[in-house]
């Protein structure tokens, strides 16, 4: 119980400072709509397909989900660091990972106001209407998405913590996560050698049984795309406790948790 009120705690705490944050507010409000706005214009053409307005109806709203939730796990250790309280967070009884995780969790809920203005502005610029959905897959294809999402974004989160230069890095591997997991269109018209390093990103799967479920073309294996998604997941999570016991033995050894 302890743990959980911890993480409900840094949750509370990151929310309120969403709220006054002008970054965390254009992480959901302008920077998804850009985007979704250069997809529909690309598409707004004669002949474009409904499953094709589904990928910018949808898309947009899919790329700052992602990127709030990686920011709020990844950048958020970041920012304990330049703020100078990364050793303090460190040194309390809680283990780092479930501040980590009320982080996220807060980085989920505001992620999704990522899909308010998107899809507003597919209807009121567009004229671009919602597809017909599947409730049912759609509603568990979403859900398993998002655990996708925190499952990835907690295994990029200790790798902020042990370098300097993660951030370098891994903010460059927001915008290839974006086309591997084809947020915005669909993997299959990557070369082959990508749609293969695409199957290891669990919110590839997740991705392609959400979009299936607004459209009847297609293959609709649902059962294999949610196991993928769930067994993909689960090995990110594993591997984020490995890199978590990582982070804790090294700045245990060297005390440069902040200085590397």
């Known amino acids: 119980m302890a743990y959980v009120r911890a993480a409900a705690a840094a949750f509370y705490v990151s929310m309120r400072l969403r709220f006054i944050s002008g970054f965390a507010i254009m992480g959901f409000l302008i920077f998804p709509l850009i985007l979704a706005a250069v997809g529909l ?12 307005w589904t990928y910018g109806l949808l898309g947009g709203g899919l790329i700052g989900y992602w990127g709030i939730v990686y920011l709020d796990a990844g950048n958020g250790i970041q920012v304990e660091r330049w703020n100078g309280t990364l050793e303090q967070i460190f040194a309390v009884p809680t283990p780092l990972w479930v501040i980590v995780l009320g982080k996220a969790l807060g980085g989920l809920v505001w992620g999704m106001l990522s899909f308010i203005p998107t899809i507003a502005l597919a209807y009121f610029g567009f004229h671009a209407l919602l597809p017909r959905l599947d409730p049912g897959p759609f509603a568990i294809s979403f859900t398993l998405l ?13 790798i902020f913590a042990m370098w300097r230069w993660a951030f370098t890095m891994v903010n460059g591997f927001e915008l290839g996560t974006y086309v591997l997991c084809g947020f915005m269109f669909p993997i299959t018209i990557l070369p082959a050698w990508l749609q293969a390093v695409s199957g290891l990103l669990p919110p590839t799967w997740g991705t392609r049984a959400l979009y299936a479920a607004t459209t009847a073309e297609g293959s609709h294996d649902f059962a294999a795309w949610w196991v993928t ?22 700045a245990r050894a060297t005390g440069e948790l902040a200085l590397v």
């Open 41 to 52: 214009f690309v598409l707004n053409r004669p002949g474009t397909t409904a499953t094709q």
């Open 229 to 250: 998604t769930i067994v993909l997941s689960f090995v990110y999570i594993g591997l984020s406790v490995w890199l978590f016991h990582l982070v804790d033995r090294r």
């Open 146 to 158: 998002t655990f996708s999402f925190l499952a990835m974004a907690l295994s990029f989160s200790p």
